[in-house]
């Protein structure tokens, strides 16, 4: 495929210049606060939580932002099988944001933790800990983004998405090192609106050049509007576990903890919830134009290859320059956050530049890891996503639920059950197929762990 940089004009440059330029622009600023404030420069808390003053502005945006960088994955899924994308990565996630807002996030908050691991720590103990740091840190390896980034750059530069995907990291690596989670929150305000405008510009000229529902449902196959995407109700319910996996999930616990208030968190889940269903629907019409009119392109590029097509001269420019913020905005946070895990959850180093090895460390690995998944961003999602899911949800919920009532040796029981159990029955499905995911495996381990952990005397409790 020749470079798609050959399409574009010097107003398009100039426009998707002057975005990365605003995007530094915000770190360095970022940086100016910090120093305003009187910041603790060499605290654990300063870097991994800014110290407990993320507002509500930056924690609804940063929230926002880093949940976007699958863009070619939703938009491919969409182009493949139409508005399942909207149930299984929309409708799923809306519910349990919501749960998350109004039952979750004052049990979460009142232990004033730095993260995921580290409430499980404060929870069960020093094992769950360590445990709990292990499973975030697999699923927070960041190979579907790097990927992602790959198939942005690579069709744009006309090279592979793997030598393109390392380029991506750098871009990251220049800014995400210098100021801990301010390097992240501080730019991701600029980058979340960035993608609205850039999402909605799409569809906006789409409709207005061949037309709106009428049009997709004249040029689109009739089970491109089937919610289950022509599966059984069983693979449905597969990605709204995983949706719930977010009640674990390692950003989302960060910047929980990282908000100034209880209400800060609060408020800002139920607004983060409104715009992702408002970015959610420009992302579903967008892919399904991408199927009606470039039918014949590959899913993984047809959105990209849509918006240089309809898109006008300068828009296009705002376009890839709001593409490249749905990646990066997701990257620098799961490379912070996978980097925080590893020095400060798993090795006990609290240090900055021991959280930096880690960042780079967690990015090269992703970036050397992302060809044995062929560059699927979605398979990613299903095999890590789920395996946080299946095994960890449970007993953590338990946890916050029942305060405790279940020991530590309970809690790892249970999980350790739930990832023997899942890849055992991974192993089976390779070499004799069953037809049932090894996802519901590892869910009924962690569950039937959790039951009998909670049955014997050894595993619960001991009360007085």
């Not at 491109?224 to 390692?250: K, Q």
């Amino acid at each position: 495929m020749p470079a798609l940089h050959t399409q574009l004009t010097s107003m398009d440059w100039i426009v998707f210049l002057a975005i990365l330029a605003l995007t530094g622009a915000a770190v360095w600023w970022g940086g100016r606060v910090s120093k305003k404030v009187g910041a603790d420069d060499s605290s654990p808390l300063e870097w991994l939580l800014m110290g407990r003053r993320l507002t509500l502005p930056l924690f609804v945006t940063s929230l926002v932002a880093t949940w976007y960088g699958g863009i070619f994955g939703v938009t491919a899924l969409t182009f493949e099988r139409g508005v399942f994308n909207f149930m299984t990565q929309g409708v799923f996630w809306y519910g349990t944001y919501l749960i998350f807002a109004f039952i979750l996030v004052k049990r979460v908050r009142q232990y004033q933790s730095t993260g995921l691991a580290d409430l499980a720590g404060g929870m069960f103990g020093t094992k769950a800990k360590k445990l709990t740091a292990l499973l975030a840190l697999a699923n927070l390896l960041p190979i579907g983004y790097v990927a992602g980034l790959g198939h942005f750059l690579g069709p744009l530069l006309g090279i592979g998405w793997w030598e393109a995907a390392l380029y991506g990291l750098l871009i990251i690596y220049a800014y995400g090192l210098w100021g801990g989670l301010r390097a992240v929150v501080y730019p991701d305000f600029i980058q979340c609106f960035v993608m609205v405008i850039a999402v909605w510009s799409l569809v906006f000229f789409c409709w207005a050049h061949h037309g709106g529902i009428n049009f997709l449902q004249t040029h689109l196959p009739s089970t491109h509007w089937d919610p289950t995407g022509g599966n059984d109700w069983a693979s449905l319910f597969i990605w709204g576990a995983i949706a719930l996996g977010t009640l674990v999930d390692p950003n989302f616990h960060q910047r929980i903890q990282a908000a100034k208030d209880l209400k800060t968190a609060r408020t800002g889940l139920i607004l983060a919830t409104v715009i992702w269903i408002f970015f959610d629907i420009a992302t579903t019409l967008g892919g399904l134009y991408a199927r009606a009119l470039l039918p014949h392109s590959t899913p993984d590029q047809s959105y990209l290859l849509l918006g240089l097509q309809e898109l006008p001269s300068g828009m296009r420019g705002l376009f890839l320059a709001g593409i490249l913020a749905t990646i990066l905005s997701t990257l620098d946070s799961f490379l912070f956050t996978a980097g925080a895990s590893l020095s400060s959850d798993l090795l006990g180093r609290n240090s900055k530049w021991w959280l930096k090895g880690g960042m780079i460390f967690c990015g090269i690995s992703a970036w050397l890891i992302a060809p044995l998944f062929g560059g699927s961003i979605v398979l990613v999602w299903k095999t890590l996503g789920g395996m946080i899911s299946a095994c960890l949800l449970p007993a953590l919920l338990w946890g916050l639920w029942r305060p405790k009532t279940l020991s530590e040796k309970g809690f790892l029981f249970s999980v350790v059950l739930g990832i023997v159990s899942m890849t055992l029955f991974a192993l089976m499905n390779f070499y004799y197929p069953s037809g049932i995911d090894e996802f519901y495996a590892g869910l009924l381990g962690s569950i039937l762990g959790l039951v009998i952990a909670l049955t014997r005397r050894t595993l619960v409790v001991s009360r007085p």
